[in-house]
């Protein structure tokens, strides 16, 4: 039981702060909802090395992401996606950065995962290297390139 | 403000998700652990889900193997939905879990062997049985996705559906209360996977009289020789150009199910000798428990070495 009862304390530690970054990163709140509980459901499966790992959270973050487009590829043409500004604009009284959310989905999602991982889980550029299995000038790089982009489009769209 | 910080604000400001249930997810998880491990273990795996909107199928007993999985419709989390699918799996879940007892223990197994899982697993049982091969998993999963679609679309009227499923259920045990024998079984309007076809190659053979059909046989041997009296069963299979060491292993893991009441390893001992010539020869001796049994499997070399000669005992306990 002492398993069950650290993955659930890990569950509410955590859920929350996953589910916001992966819907970020998708933009599709529903979809996020699907891939994220898989992805706990996979970490379940196994726990005792998730359990040991130092950044568990950027992996059930990761495993979702990756459910995801892995989903999409598969599904695009026979489920439509619900955009996240029908879901939130109509069930949420809470402010949602919607045009950040829409410059990020013009990002490849290699950048995006960079980005969120870097400033939404605030992790070191050699934590974010580890937990997506890539080199760490590839993160650097990554994330200067797509905040870069995005600053410019949003720049753009202020201006209009 | 700056992007990283807009992505910050983003990230910690979200709006909460809907509450989930972390025990839920987990249990989930070590569900899947456990049939996947018993996919690795050989053991035939028969995937049932169920949608209650249509009729049922009926399907001779001698194709089931055991054990059955039976996939329950998801409870869908939408709101809208919740409600009819939830209502939906409580009408038929029962009675096909009941159903697949029936079968398992026709086919000799124990009515402990079936499980429920959720629908979603029907994806992830779908990618194991078919192998690596993209085509069949994307066929098993298409009619998995189709069904549940079909039972759970939005305007689903559910009281004229429900009460077709209600009326099928009615119908089924009907069907079982006149046929004692079960000669046939019934589901509710199920997908089934069936282990033969999707299966690794390593699935077993079908299994002489008296032994539990749950029992795994090489799919390379040959039965040599089989008795059976009294509650006690032996049989014996050679198996040409294989390591004797290669062969106890398999066994080894074959026979340690993660299955109350499945086949158990109680103990293990043998002796091989390895050659200059590169053969291997001596023998392995398991100690076995399951199905109702208890016994001992042995595993030989002959002469020549490469063939393996594969003695199980059995005694009903």
């Known amino acids: 039981m002492e398993n069950a009862e650290a993955f659930v304390a890990f569950y509410e530690q955590t859920h929350r702060r996953v589910h916001a970054a992966v819907t970020a990163t998708l933009g599709d709140s529903q979809l996020a909802g699907e891939a994220v509980d898989e992805a706990f459901v996979r970490a379940a499966e196994r726990w005792r090395d998730v359990r040991a790992m130092q950044r568990p959270g950027g992996w059930v973050y990761r495993v979702a992401v990756n459910w995801a487009t892995s989903w999409r590829r598969k599904w695009l043409m026979r489920r439509p996606t619900v955009p996240i500004e029908q879901l939130d604009r109509g069930q949420v009284d809470v402010e949602v950065d919607l045009d950040l959310i829409g410059q990020l989905q013009q990002l490849p999602v290699q950048q995006r995962k960079v980005l969120i991982l870097r400033h939404g889980f605030g992790l070191s550029v050699r934590d974010t290297a580890e937990t997506l299995g890539i080199a760490e000038g590839t993160v650097k790089s990554a994330a200067h390139r797509a905040s870069q982009q995005i600053r410019a489009r949003l720049e753009a769209t202020d201006g209009r | ?317």
């Open chain 2, 1 to 317: 403000m700056d992007v990283d910080e807009r992505i910050r604000e983003l990230v910690e400001h979200h709006p909460a998700p809907p509450a989930g249930d972390g025990r839920v997810l987990y249990e989930r998880g070590r569900r899947r652990l456990r049939t996947r491990r018993l996919a690795a273990a050989g053991v035939s795996v028969v995937v049932v889900a169920v949608v209650a909107t249509a009729g049922l199928q009926l399907l001779p007993t001698d194709e089931v193997p055991t054990p059955v999985i039976a996939g329950l419709p998801e409870l869908d989390q939408q709101p809208a939905r919740s409600a009819a699918c939830a209502q939906l799996a409580a009408d038929t879940a029962e009675v096909v879990v009941e159903v697949a007892e029936h079968a398992v223990a026709r086919a000799g197994g124990i009515p402990g062997d079936v499980f429920a899982v959720e629908h979603d697993d029907v994806w992830e049982l779908a990618a194991q049985l078919a192998d690596g091969d993209p085509q069949l998993q994307t066929a098993v999963g298409d009619i998995a996705d189709d069904q549940q679609q079909q039972a759970c679309e939005p305007g689903f009227a559910y009281p004229e559906v429900s009460q077709h499923a209600r009326d099928e259920v009615e119908r089924h045990r009907a069907a079982i209360a006149d046929d004692p024998d079960m000669q046939t079984y019934a589901t509710a309007n199920v997908l089934v996977v069936l282990a033969g076809e999707f299966a690794p190659p390593t699935v077993r053979q079908p299994v002489p009289e008296g032994i539990p059909v749950t029992f795994p046989v090489h799919p390379d041997a040959q039965l040599v020789s089989h008795a059976e009296h009294e509650g006690q069963a032996t049989a014996t299979w050679q198996l040409a150009g294989a390591d004797i060491e290669e062969i106890a292993n398999l066994y080894h893991e074959w026979l340690n199910e993660p299955l109350a009441g499945g086949w158990n390893v109680v103990a293990s001992d043998g002796m091989t000798t390895h050659d200059p010539d590169g053969t291997t020869t001596g023998r392995a001796r398991l100690e076995i428990s399951g199905y109702g049994t208890t016994g001992q499997l042995n595993i030989d070399t002959m002469e020549p070495p490469d063939i393996i000669e594969i003695t199980i005992q059995l005694t009903a306990q």
